[in-house]
């Protein structure tokens, strides 16, 4: 597996752990030089939406990864997190509605948590 699926796969599997809402894996690397994937997931308040941007961040530092910088945890309504190949966003319901980050990288290819582990 190679380093950004896995990267991906950790990511993932924490913001389930936190019961993440509507976790979307993009592959983004054949239509952007930004990144290999990203991901999207929404809480239903602000503090589930701090609890899986601090679940990723711990997860990602056991598995060896640590991200180049972390945006938005405060107001916790858009947190970016940015491990360079791989860029978490964890959103509140709203604003993924509102910033809808699937339309515009619909060019992606939407890959789910299962091909990542193959």
């Known amino acids: 597996m190679n380093q950004s699926k896995e990267m991906a796969s950790v990511a993932c599997r924490a913001l ?32 589930q939406v701090q609890a899986m941007v601090d679940n990723v961040e711990e997860e990602m ?16 309504r858009w947190v970016l997190l940015d491990y360079k190949d791989v860029v978490v966003h964890v959103f509140s319901k709203e604003d993924r509605r509102f910033y809808d980050l699937e339309r515009i990288w619909r060019d992606g290819k939407f890959i789910s948590e299962k091909e990542l582990e193959a």
Not at 61 to 76: C, S, T, V
Request: proline residues 2%.
């Open 16 to 47: 389930e752990d936190k019961k993440g809402e509507e976790v979307t894996v993009i592959d983004i690397s054949g239509v952007s030089c930004l990144a290999d994937y990203f991901i999207i997931a929404n809480g239903e308040n602000s503090n």
């Open 61 to 76: 530092a056991k598995a060896g990864y640590h991200p180049a910088q972390i945006e938005g945890y405060q107001a916790a």
